[in-house]
């Protein structure tokens, strides 16, 4: 087994539990895979459809490749006027695209929804959530990398002074071509 990063893409829940009565909740999602835990931005949004629309990175060794075998996802509330508190969880079953992803080197997952159990073990709502897994952590950073020399092309591109450079270049040589073009023909 190699060394690997899952990414993960937190998009948003629909229908989940309000957990009291009054107050308009904000929710957070906190995210453990194997022995790391991160966590979210607090949600924007109603409080029926939160969104987050933010991307976690988890740095897997080989030990964390064979033993990671699920993603748990609790949602918590916080509220102006009361602590807030646990809403539910979603665990979801990764050891499949970690074997799949060390395999081909790389595997994506599309967000899907997934449930969300609360503390009864009854269902209330979904979670969508998206992976990304790379085998090689060389290569990811590589093209994170890449990506950001791309970015930086492209923003020189756009600029207007990299308009203007390249536009008083193109003048310059389309009217000294018809300049020389013209000189021939009174040669002629």
């Known amino acids: 087994m190699k060394t690997g990063i899952l990414e993960i893409l937190l998009v948003n829940a629909k229908g989940i539990a309000h957990p009291n009565l009054v107050g308009t909740p904000s929710y957070y999602v906190v995210i453990e895979c194997g022995t790391q835990?991160?966590?979210?931005?607090?949600s924007s949004g109603k409080h029926e459809q939160p969104c987050w629309n933010e991307k976690f990175i988890f740095d897997f060794s080989p030990f964390d490749c064979k033993n990671s075998t699920h993603l748990k996802c609790r949602i918590m509330a916080t509220e102006l006027f009361t602590s807030g508190g646990f809403v539910g969880e979603?665990?979801?079953y990764i050891g499949g695209i970690i074997s799949e992803g060390n395999?081909?080197?790389y595997i994506e997952i599309k967000p899907?929804?997934?449930n969300v159990?609360?503390?009864d073990d009854t269902y209330k709502g979904q979670i969508k959530i998206g992976f990304k897994f790379i085998a090689n952590?060389?290569?990811?950073?590589m093209g994170r990398r890449d990506q950001c020399i791309a970015y930086e092309k492209k923003e020189s591109c756009n600029s207007i002074c990299g308009c203007i450079w390249r536009i008083s270049w193109w003048k310059i040589l389309f009217f000294y071509h018809r300049k020389s073009s013209k000189d021939i023909?009174?040669?002629?």
């Open 103 to 105: 395999d081909q080197g």
């Open 37 to 42: 835990t991160q966590r979210s931005k607090v």
């Open 185 to 188: 023909q009174k040669m002629n």
């Open 137 to 141: 952590k060389e290569q990811y950073m």
């Open 117 to 119: 159990v609360l503390e």
């Open 112 to 114: 899907a929804a997934y």
């Open 90 to 92: 979603a665990k979801i």
